[in-house]
């Protein structure tokens, strides 16, 4: 099947990653490594930053109900959880953790200002070519529209200049559905008029792939810390 569209994520693809940001929060407070991560992903759909990224949440309400469920003392044992299926050693104990809902998201958003000059070169050249239809697939959340100044911290300036070169801009806030749910990729494939195996996406978290690629989408994966891309190919 010919390719004819390339779907890009932003957030650790085209522009930093909130993981990036996760891990400094985590090393300025002195939390054990992906302790936060797992914290949010144990949340399940119905966690706050889930909410967010589906656009049912505003900010002003997501913050304090992050910070209390990322301080719950529950974490402790998913994160046990998680060193012991990673065949890491687990401590005996983990302190109580404490985090600022606010604090640590605006550290996360932070690196959405940084656009990837490597990947904004590549997405000039693909627009340039009008080879395929580029679009962007991304869960994100309703900017404060109050306050410039923040909303350019967390990415906005960068997010309006990647949008002049996608044919498709597609956000999970207004969607109502957010990665890794394969009603997103098909929302997505159904909007641009292809066939999720006439597609390509890119993205830097295993469960978004594997969704699309279970769908029939060529995947690749773009790792953030040494910069190094691994590709996916579907196959029958």
Same mark, same amino acid.
């Given at each position: 099947?010919?390719?004819?569209?390339?779907?890009?994520?932003?957030?650790? @693809?085209?522009?930093?990653?909130?993981?990036?940001?996760?891990?400094?929060?985590?090393?300025?407070?002195?939390?054990?490594?992906?302790?936060?991560? =797992?914290?949010?992903?144990?949340? *399940?759909?119905?966690?706050?930053?889930? +909410?967010?990224?589906?656009?049912?949440?505003?900010?002003?309400?997501?913050?304090?109900?992050?910070?209390?469920?990322?301080?719950?003392?529950?974490?402790?044992?998913?994160?046990?959880?998680?060193?012991?299926?990673?065949?890491?050693? =687990? %401590? +005996?104990?983990?302190?109580?953790?404490?985090?600022?809902?606010?604090?640590?998201?605006?550290?996360?958003?932070?690196? *959405?200002?940084?656009?990837?000059?490597?990947?904004?070169?590549?997405?000039?050249?693909?627009?340039?070519?009008?080879?395929?239809?580029?679009?962007?697939?991304?869960?994100?959340?309703?900017? %404060?529209?109050?306050?410039?100044?923040?909303?350019?911290?967390?990415?906005?300036?960068?997010?309006?200049?990647?949008?002049?070169?996608?044919?498709?801009?597609?956000?999970?806030?207004? @969607?109502?559905? +957010?990665?890794?749910?394969?009603?997103?990729?098909?929302?997505?494939?159904?909007?641009?008029?292809?066939?999720?195996?006439?597609?390509?996406?890119?993205?830097?978290?295993?469960?978004?792939?594997?969704?699309?690629?279970?769908?029939?989408?060529?995947?690749?994966?773009?790792?953030?810390?040494?910069?190094?891309?691994?590709?996916?190919?579907?196959?029958?």
């Amino acid at each position: 099947m010919t390719i004819k569209a390339i779907i890009f994520d932003l957030g650790g @693809v085209c522009v930093g990653s909130p993981m990036a940001g996760i891990h400094a929060y985590e090393k300025k407070h002195g939390l054990p490594r992906n302790y936060i991560n =797992v914290a949010i992903v144990q949340q *399940g759909e119905n966690g706050a930053f889930q +909410r967010l990224e589906r656009g049912e949440l505003k900010l002003h309400e997501f913050y304090k109900d992050f910070g209390l469920q990322l301080s719950n003392p529950a974490n402790k044992e998913h994160y046990k959880n998680y060193l012991l299926t990673s065949g890491k050693a =687990v %401590p +005996r104990s983990i302190p109580d953790v404490s985090v600022d809902g606010e604090i640590l998201f605006k550290t996360m958003m932070a690196e *959405g200002a940084r656009i990837d000059p490597f990947i904004y070169s590549a997405l000039e050249r693909l627009k340039a070519s009008g080879l395929y239809t580029l679009a962007a697939l991304t869960n994100n959340f309703e900017l %404060p529209e109050d306050d410039l100044r923040e909303a350019e911290a967390m990415g906005a300036a960068a997010a309006l200049k990647l949008r002049k070169l996608f044919d498709y801009f597609i956000e999970s806030r207004l @969607v109502g559905l +957010r990665k890794p749910d394969p009603k997103i990729f098909c929302y997505a494939c159904d909007l641009i008029g292809i066939q999720p195996n006439e597609a390509i996406f890119l993205d830097d978290i295993g469960i978004n792939l594997k969704a699309a690629k279970q769908l029939g989408m060529t995947t690749i994966r773009k790792k953030g810390e040494d910069g190094t891309h691994k590709r996916r190919r579907q196959t029958a």
